[in-house]
């Protein structure tokens, strides 16, 4: 993670977060894009995804889609005041705002989700809701018997695909070649390998990690197809597996991406919805993350339930 600290920077957000439109937030009409030697639209870069902009809107702003530029300023000092606050009884706390990337993308919508129009992630299905429920049983009553029963982050295995910006570490490096894109996402070092050549996704009973991504381009806009993700896969606490996930990548000035993922899983959610956020390219650094080495929180989090189960018996 980054070891800049941004808690100095919180008294200038309300000159940092002055922003606009979100149609405009991330174009520029001015500007044409370069392409590679090849032919394509140059997608290359480090570009960052860091933003306060919650994925969902807040009940408080349900019916409104943009704030003003003074109320996107509080929402990011409230939000990394947060950070800094006591940690509730019973918490071991969390990193502090110095810990944090600042928000580049500072938009005044009230949530990345653009669709449904509520801004809201649609209701589960029935057949969801009882995944659901039983996996919530589950990890109530085996929340540690082992590290199988930890999520895949925590276990270093994967951040996964699809994901929305974290609060650090939200980078990711583009790389192209004519048959062939590459996302390196900096959380947890993963990458995966966008093919171009046309060929289909392989059969259904080969399941990876991030899934299996193929894209095409339909004008300057490059749009992945991803399928065939792992039944161990989440996003957002619920499995994947069933999941078609199409992302769009266009770039819309010298450091500007505009990117939509449009997520339908007709077994998980009762209709499809989309999110939106811009992508600011930073010239980087990608940092390490050396998630297995020293991951003492693993070995704390079971020792910490065979002491409950010795206090229990």
Same mark, same amino acid.
């Given at each position: 993670m980054?070891?800049a600290s941004? /808690?100095?920077l919180?008294?200038?957000?309300a000159v940092?977060l002055?922003?606009a439109?979100?149609?405009?937030q991330? /174009? @520029?009409?001015? +500007?044409?894009?370069t392409?590679?030697?090849w032919g394509?639209?140059?997608l290359?870069?480090?570009w960052?995804q860091t933003?306060?902009?919650?994925?969902?809107?807040?009940a408080?702003?349900? @019916?409104?889609?943009?704030?003003t530029d003074e109320?996107?300023?509080?929402?990011e000092?409230?939000r990394f005041a947060a950070?800094? %606050? %006591?940690?509730?009884?019973?918490?071991p706390?969390n990193y502090g705002?110095q810990w944090?990337?600042?928000?580049?993308? /500072?938009?005044?919508?009230?949530?990345?989700?653009?669709?449904p129009?509520d801004?809201?992630?649609?209701?589960?299905?029935?057949?969801?809701?009882r995944?659901?429920?039983?996996n919530? /049983?589950?990890r109530?009553?085996h #929340?540690?018997d082992s590290w199988e029963?930890r999520n895949l +982050?925590?276990?270093?295995?994967?951040r996964?695909?699809?994901?929305v910006?974290?609060?650090y570490?939200?980078n990711?490096?583009?790389?192209?070649?004519?048959? %062939?894109?590459?996302l390196l996402?900096?959380?947890?070092?993963e990458?995966?390998v966008?093919?171009?050549?046309?060929? #289909?996704?392989p059969?259904?009973?080969i399941r990876? +990690?991030n899934g299996d991504?193929?894209?095409?381009?339909e004008g300057d806009t490059?749009?992945?197809?991803?399928?065939?993700f792992?039944?161990?896969?989440?996003?957002?606490g619920f499995?994947?597996d069933g999941l078609?996930?199409v992302e769009?990548?266009?770039r819309?000035?010298?450091d500007r991406?505009h990117?939509?993922m449009?997520?339908?899983?007709?077994?998980?959610?009762?209709r499809? +919805?989309?999110?939106?956020l811009p992508?600011i390219?930073?010239?980087g650094p990608?940092?390490?993350?050396?998630c297995?080495?020293?991951?003492y929180?693993?070995?704390?989090?079971?020792?910490g339930?065979r002491?409950?189960?010795?206090?229990?018996?």
């Open positions: 980054r070891h941004v /808690a100095a919180i008294p200038a957000l940092v002055v922003a439109p979100a149609a405009a991330d /174009a @520029d009409a001015d +500007w044409t894009p392409r590679t030697p394509h639209p140059d290359q870069g480090i960052d933003t306060g902009t919650p994925l969902e809107r807040a408080e702003v349900a @019916d409104r889609e943009f704030l109320e996107a300023a509080e929402r000092r409230v950070f800094d %606050a %006591a940690p509730r009884q019973g918490s706390g705002s944090r990337d600042g928000s580049r993308n /500072a938009l005044t919508r009230t949530s990345l989700i653009v669709d129009p801004g809201r992630i649609p209701p589960l299905t029935p057949a969801a809701e995944r659901a429920a039983e919530q /049983a589950r109530r009553d #929340p540690a029963d +982050w925590e276990r270093c295995i994967t996964g695909t699809p994901r910006p974290n609060n570490n939200s990711i490096l583009i790389l192209q070649t004519p048959d %062939a894109v590459v996402n900096e959380m947890i070092n990458t995966r966008v093919s171009l050549d046309g060929s #289909p996704h059969a259904p009973g990876l +990690w991504s193929r894209g095409h381009w490059l749009v992945v197809e991803t399928t065939n792992s039944p161990k896969q989440q996003f957002r499995p994947v078609r996930l769009r990548f266009t819309t000035g010298p991406m990117y939509e449009t997520l339908d899983d007709p077994t998980m959610y009762t499809a +919805w989309t999110v939106v992508m390219e930073t010239g990608i940092f390490e993350y050396a297995h080495e020293g991951n929180g693993m070995e704390g989090i079971l020792a339930h002491a409950e189960e010795r206090e229990v018996r």
